[in-house]
Structure formats: structure tokens, C-alpha cells
């Protein structure tokens, strides 16, 4: 990912427009502002670019490409031997996250993972990675907990209730 | 039911001409020097620098902590005087 001061102001409007932030002109006195507003997005890896059908697309892609990569690996550079060797455990994970998860939760966490790729893989890969996890306030686990709890007792009160044969003679 | 300063009224309540940049609501003395140094000398200069941020207020209170300094307080004020005036004259 090149410096956003190297970009030409055309280049830094059309991202400001593919992160979805309102702007004006990209002149002299604004553009400090908008470098700065652009690297705090990319870094939250706010949903950019591509729709949800490339992003599913991908994903799809990016197992391939791994496979593709590993006999490359050995005279690859040793950044791109880490990035497919980081790359491969986030679809596996993503793919369980998608099962679980709520359909709504669906389309920003394609978008944030496909951020990653495009951007630094490294560190801002670790931040959507957790980044999902905190969009829960309680952890899934505990919800299923309470759930089976609640459903226990429940079943405890109903079978409990069949057992008194005193109602009948309320009829 | 809007809190405005007397500072605020006198701006918004006719054209800015060339007026000081230390006219502004939320722009006091040490901010409009910060302002000044950086070619901000008159209100108008600010003004378009708002627009150019398109009446953004959440943008241009933004540039302005950057720019001079100012906390969220005196930004946001300025930012309203602003609005208030471009909604007045522009």
C-alpha cells in the first residue's frame, strides 16, 4: 500500500468515495484532513470497495491462490511466503463465523475482511479478526448457556406441573 | 433552545466582511494567532475553508482542532457560527 502524500488528488477523492466518506475538493488545505481521515478508516478497516458478490468470490480465490502459492514459496520473497501462510487460517475461521452469525452480520464482516487483503495484510488482518468478536456484547457461548438453562428450567416446571394431580379435581 | 454567545449573535447577525478571524465564535486570541500563522488571517479565509469541507461541521471541526488547537467546545462553536451565517447570507 503506497503513501497516501504520494497520491495525486484524483487517487485520494476516488478512496475517499470507496470508503464511503463525504468530501469536498481535495485541494491544498484539505488534504492533510483527508489523508488523515482515510488512515484512520483503513485501519478500523471500515467496509471499502468491492460488492459482496467479488468478496465471495475471493474468498473462493484465496484458497486457490494458497495452494497456487506454496511451490512459489521457496523463491518468493519471505513478506509473501508470510502473507499466504497468514492468509490460509482466515477462511477457515471466517467460514465458521459466516455459519454462526446472523445474516446481517454477513455483509460488513465481507467487507472488512476483504479490506485486509487489499491493505496491509498483517496488522489490520489481526484487528477484523477480533474486530467480529467484538460486535457481540455477550459471547455467543454464554448465550447458548443461558438458552439451555432457561430451557431446563422450563421442562423442570412443566414436568413438575403433569405430576400434580390435584388440578384435576378443579374441573 | 440554543445557548449562544454575544460573540455568536454579533457574527451571525450581519455580513462578515473583514472581519478578524478572531471575530469568530470559539476563536479567541491565541487560537486566532495559530490561525493567522497559517494564512487564516480573516473570518472569510475560514469561511472558505468550511466550504470547502462542505458545510461539513463534523469535518471542519475536525480540521480546525488539528489547525489551531481548539478542543471540541470552541470548534464546534465556530463550526455553528458558521452555519448559522451561511444559512443567514449564503
Known amino acids: ?171 | 433552545m440554543s445557548t449562544t454567545s454575544q460573540k455568536h449573535r454579533d457574527f451571525v447577525g450581519e455580513p462578515m466582511g473583514d472581519k478578524p478571524v478572531t471575530a469568530l465564535s470559539g476563536i479567541g486570541e491565541i487560537l486566532g494567532k495559530k490561525l493567522e500563522q497559517q494564512g487564516f488571517d480573516k473570518a472569510s479565509v475560514v469561511l472558505g475553508q468550511f466550504l470547502l469541507l462542505r458545510k461539513d461541521s463534523e469535518m471542519f471541526t475536525e480540521w480546525l482542532k488539528d489547525a489551531s488547537g481548539a478542543n471540541s467546545r470552541q470548534a464546534g462553536s465556530c463550526a455553528q457560527c458558521l452555519r448559522e451565517w451561511c444559512d443567514a447570507f449564503l
Not at chain 1, 470497495?49 to 523463491?75: F, G, H, L, N
Not at chain 1, 484487528?127 to 428450567?153: E, G, H, Y
Open chain 1, 1 to 171: 500500500m503506497s503513501s497516501l502524500s504520494s497520491k495525486s488528488a484524483q487517487e485520494i477523492s476516488a478512496l475517499l468515495d470507496e470508503y464511503g466518506i463525504k468530501h469536498g475538493p481535495v485541494v491544498d488545505s484539505t488534504r492533510s484532513l483527508y489523508e488523515k481521515k482515510l488512515k484512520e478508516a483503513m485501519s478500523k478497516g471500515k467496509k471499502a470497495k468491492q460488492s459482496p458478490d467479488k468478496t465471495y468470490y475471493r474468498e473462493e480465490e484465496e484458497e486457490v491462490t494458497y495452494v497456487y502459492r506454496t511451490p512459489v514459496r521457496s523463491d518468493g520473497a519471505g513478506d509473501r511466503q508470510s502473507y499466504s501462510s497468514y492468509s490460509r487460517p482466515k477462511p477457515e475461521y471466517r467460514g465458521r463465523d459466516y455459519a454462526e452469525e446472523p445474516y446481517m452480520y454477513d455483509t460488513p464482516s465481507t467487507y472488512s475482511r476483504n479490506s485486509t487483503l487489499k491493505s496491509t495484510p498483517m496488522k489490520s488482518g489481526q484487528d477484523t479478526a477480533t474486530a467480529p468478536q467484538s460486535s457481540r456484547l455477550i459471547p455467543l457461548w454464554v448465550q447458548f448457556v443461558f438458552f439451555l438453562a432457561v430451557a431446563v428450567f422450563l421442562y423442570i416446571v412443566f414436568s413438575s406441573m403433569e405430576t400434580n394431580e390435584s388440578l384435576k379435581g378443579l374441573e
